[in-house]
């Protein structure tokens, strides 16, 4: 099955797909990280990207659209779309792009965290420089700090994890994003699970909805 997963930033999207992918094989498409490694290896498109990245801003929806569109092409299938689409018209040129492509989305999952939530888990979220693994300085800090527990590589703060830019995709969430809810209930493929709990809690919900 190919799914959707969206909510706000801070919401598990990431955390979920890792989950997905390891015990359920499915593939990921994930928007920002495609973004992040495009800038990384500093392409045309992480050079389009960064500004708004880095200002918490969306990238414009023809340069996401295209992107995923190359993806799609590319073979993937059994597929977690993780940040995209994150507006109503991403939404709707998706629609046309599986449609072209004769594929289909079994499932539009929301996941539900209140806003104190999330200010907690992006102001404490941490990364590693090398292979991505996210930690939190409360709830999941490395063992040693500012040091991978996986690949031994720095963990660092995402730029867009500092509090002024975390309020505005909190905003930008809450004016673009939020709208993809009713969207995605007309379309009766929408299901809200909440994601104010631990990974595991949530994890077996989603499972139990892409089998
Ligand atoms: P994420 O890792 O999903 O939180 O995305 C990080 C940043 O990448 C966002 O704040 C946006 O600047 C950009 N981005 C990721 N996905 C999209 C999308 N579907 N549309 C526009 N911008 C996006």
Do not use: W
Not at 16 to 34: F, N
Not at 43 to 50: I, N, P, R, W
Not at 59 to 67: E, K, L, Q, S
Request: aromatic share 6%; glycine share 10%.
């Amino acid at each position: 099955m190919n799914i959707i997963l969206f909510g706000a930033p801070g919401a598990g999207k990431g955390t979920q797909s890792s989950l997905l992918i390891e015990r359920s094989g499915m593939k990921q498409i994930s928007t920002g990280d495609l973004f992040r490694a495009a800038i990384k290896n500093k392409t045309d498109l992480g050079l389009k990207a960064q500004g708004f990245m880095d200002k918490g801003q969306l990238v414009p929806d023809d340069v996401v659209i295209g992107m995923v569109e190359e993806v799609l092409k590319s073979g993937v299938r059994n597929f977690i779309l993780d940040g995209f689409p994150r507006t109503v018209a991403q939404g709707e040129a998706l629609d046309q792009l599986l449609k072209n492509m004769s594929l289909s989305i079994g499932r539009a999952i929301f996941l539900e965290v209140p806003m104190n939530v999330l200010e907690e888990r992006l102001t404490g979220r941490r990364v590693c420089k090398g292979c991505g693994t996210v930690y939190h300085i409360q709830s999941k800090p490395s063992r040693v700090p500012g040091v991978c527990d996986v690949c031994g590589n720095e963990v660092v703060q995402r730029n867009d994890d500092k509090p002024e830019v975390i309020r505005t995709r909190l905003q930008t969430y809450a004016d673009y994003t939020a709208p993809l809810k009713d969207f995605y209930r007309n379309s009766g493929k929408f299901v809200s699970i909440d994601g104010d709990r631990g990974p595991e809690a949530v994890f077996e919900e989603i499972l139990g909805l892409v089998k």
